[in-house]
């Protein structure tokens, strides 16, 4: 099977197409020695882009990767979960689905789960990812880069021998970041799970405590319920803080259909690993007793070890960009993805590395800069219009600003809410589908300001609402946007309708 990871040789190929535009007045440096016109640290989903861009504006690229070219999301995040998720919403659907539900007489296979896994990962192996790189024209050097000296990177490989290389024209950022383990009472000694252990295991625990309410924890807590796992969740508030209230509420209701034991405004206070698994003790004075532990509790800046206090900056902290991607302060210097904390999806940072590969070729060309809101060479979206999709069962898929966002930022907001079990299309598609959806739009501009989607499914319609989104369009067109019958989209019309048509003149 081809690999499947979020890198270049597969999902990354339409992005070549995209990046290859940016002009021909530069000739291709091929790799020379140890000096590029552009030196990318990290080989993820976000820095390859970011090396293609360059490569692609005829200029030289190297990648300097540690591990595995592809990064996080090819081998212990974004792929792998979504492939541990997708076998148990499948039989789920179809266990609900009458005339197919009669069929399904078997359980979940779990082996077979795990194996799909595993092609998706390629085994953990990133030959094809090289080939790529290869066929892109991109150097790869493995090893651990570390700035030395402005323009200069010095790489170590994992036998020791260092690489010492500089940069014509820029260095990119692109390590990542890692999983945070919560300063909790014994929880670092209990050697907790993170999520590479949860996306990556080849044996499911009989019982597994997730500590945490975000992304991470509801999607693992579904999937390891739906694997076998007696799955306990902690979360110290609700879950998924920071979309509507909604999506935690209709998410967490799921998850204990699914099995799962949800202890919401729950603190672990003290963890403890003894013989038997793992003791947490929770601030509601009991304990939760458990064979693994997944501590699920965010990210922090890959940035420890990569020489920052050579160049003034302070090693462990996240890296402050401005939209063009140029680390503040320099002139050469430019971060893409999670290290700079503006989001942490591959997706928007793939999209910063669109924008950074192609500004520093311009910058290089002594092109023009098309730095204004939305120019070509700016990553304006994020803050505007951020995608994303929980592969939770029910999905939630939102895009732009909440209704408490969009008033915190000062918006005159009307918010639409709808059923989305009340359109004919989720009707067909499910018996008793159960799912909302809102549209929080901006009553001086008559545009969408934000949209989110609870329900099985909804991710793919996730991206009609970033165009309307980003592209402002007014309600009135949106009107004449007519979804197809009998669909899930047709949620857009029931939405407008109970909005209203605006009045044009
Ligand atoms: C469980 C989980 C599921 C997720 N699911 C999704 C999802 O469905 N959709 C989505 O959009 N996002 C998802 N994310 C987020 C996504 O994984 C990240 O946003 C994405 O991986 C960031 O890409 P990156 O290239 O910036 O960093 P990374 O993927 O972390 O890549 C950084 C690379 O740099 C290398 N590196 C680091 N330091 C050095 C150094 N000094 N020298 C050389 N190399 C170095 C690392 O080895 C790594 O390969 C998920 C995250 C997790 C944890
Ligand atoms: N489908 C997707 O797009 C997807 C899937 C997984 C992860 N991701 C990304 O990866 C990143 C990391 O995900 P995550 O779930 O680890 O982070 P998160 O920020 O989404 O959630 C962290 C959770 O940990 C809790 N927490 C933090 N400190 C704690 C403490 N001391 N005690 C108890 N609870 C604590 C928070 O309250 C929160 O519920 C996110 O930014 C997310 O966007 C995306």
Known sequence: MEPQTDTGATGNTADTAETADTGDTVEQQRPQGTEFDVIVIG?????????????????????????????????????PSKALLRSPQVLRNARQMPGAAEAVTGVL?????????????????????????????????????????????????????????????????????????????????????????????????????????GVVATEMASAYAALGSQVTLLARSGLLGGMEPFAGELVGRALQDQGVTLRLNTSPERVSRTADGVRIETSAGDAVLTQEVLAATGRSPRTDDLGLETIGLEPGTWIDTDDTMLVHGFDWLYAVGDVTHRVLLTHQGKYQARAAGDVIVARAKGAPVQDQPWGAHVATADHAAVPQVVFSDPE???????????????????????????????????????????????????VILGMTFVGSGVGELLQAATIAVTAEVPIGRLWHAVPAFPTVSEIWLRLLESYGRPQQG
Request: net charge negative; glycine share 12%; hydrophobic share 40%.
């Open 109 to 213: 296979d779990v082996e077979a789960v795990l194996a799909r896994r595993d092609s998706f990962t390629s085994g953990w192996k990133d030959d094809g990812q090289e080939q790529w790189l290869d066929g892109a024209g991109i150097s790869l050097i493995r090893g651990h880069g570390r700035i030395t000296a402005p323009r200069q990177v010095t790489v170590t490989s994992s036998a020791g021998e260092q690489t010492t290389l500089t940069a014509r024209h820029a260095v990119t950022i692109a390590t990542g970041s890692v999983p945070v383990i919560a300063p909790i009472e014994g929880l670092r000694q209990a050697q907790p799970w993170t999520s590479r252990e949860a996306t990556s295991a080849h044996a499911i625990p009989a019982s597994l405590a997730i500590i945490g309410g």
């Open 396 to 446: 939630v898929a939102s895009v732009g600003l909440t209704a408490q966002a969009a008033r915190e930022a000062g918006h005159t907001i009307r918010v639409v809410d709808y059923e989305l079990g009340d359109v004919a299309g989720t009707a067909l598609k499910a018996e008793a589908y159960a799912g909302t959806a809102r549209m929080v739009v901006d009553e001086d501009r008559q």
């Open 43 to 79: 080989g993820g989903a976000v820095g390859e882009n970011a090396a293609n861009g360059a490569a692609q504006g005829g200029l030289s690229a190297v990648v300097v990767e540690a591990e595995l070219v592809g990064g996080e999301c090819s081998y212990w995040a974004c792929i």
